[in-house]
């Protein structure tokens, strides 16, 4: 079947949203909601987040059975509050690429958002070739969405379609705490 704009097309792309700037997991969660739409089965496993409270861990169980979202990290690694050792986040994020390349051999996603996961392998929790191992087991007809700062080059030259967002303000450097509902 030929593909229109008002299909999913064909062929899945690979989308990368990086970058030091706000907003990668929001553009993330923008194709969620365009995806739910239109009745598209979207799955999200998130590298990095696992542990603290953020809003959208209530929200998207509205979005089921067309979103599921699976937070299989062990929380943010080496700030404040972070009392797992390396290895645990390690353990975690193996287990989460184990958990997306089964995922996807399913064949139960028309989109599989990977959240965090560029951050994942520059924090040293994954490998840059266990990305490349996923976009490469990707089924043809699967989007993959894959968020987080510090996207290898590999990635990137692998990808359909890669947004930088940038950083030129930000309420952190008035003193200005995260808020719920925009930030978490």
Do not use: C
Request: aromatic residues 8%.
């Amino acid at each position: 079947m030929q593909s229109t704009m008002w299909q999913m097309p064909d062929k899945g792309l690979v989308i990368v949203y990086t970058g030091k700037g706000k907003g990668k997991t929001t553009a993330a969660l923008g194709i969620v909601l365009r995806a739910v739409g239109h009745g598209y089965r979207v799955g999200m496993v998130q590298f990095i987040k696992g542990e603290w409270y953020y809003g959208e861990l209530t929200s998207s169980k509205r979005l089921e059975p067309e979103f599921e979202m699976i937070a299989a990290g062990k929380g943010f690694v080496g700030i404040i509050d972070d009392d797992h050792p390396i290895e645990d986040h390690q353990k975690a994020a193996q287990a989460a690429v184990a958990l997306v390349k089964e995922k996807l051999a399913s064949g139960s996603y028309d989109i599989m958002i990977l959240d965090e996961i560029n951050y994942a392998a520059k924090l040293g929790l994954i490998s840059e070739q266990d990305i490349l191992d996923i976009i490469a087991a990707k089924p043809d007809g699967t989007s993959l969405v894959l968020t987080g700062n510090y996207a290898p080059e590999s990635v990137i030259a692998a990808a359909d379609l890669v947004t930088e967002m940038k950083e030129i303000k930000h309420p952190y450097q008035k003193g200005i705490k995260a808020k719920k509902g925009v930030d978490f």
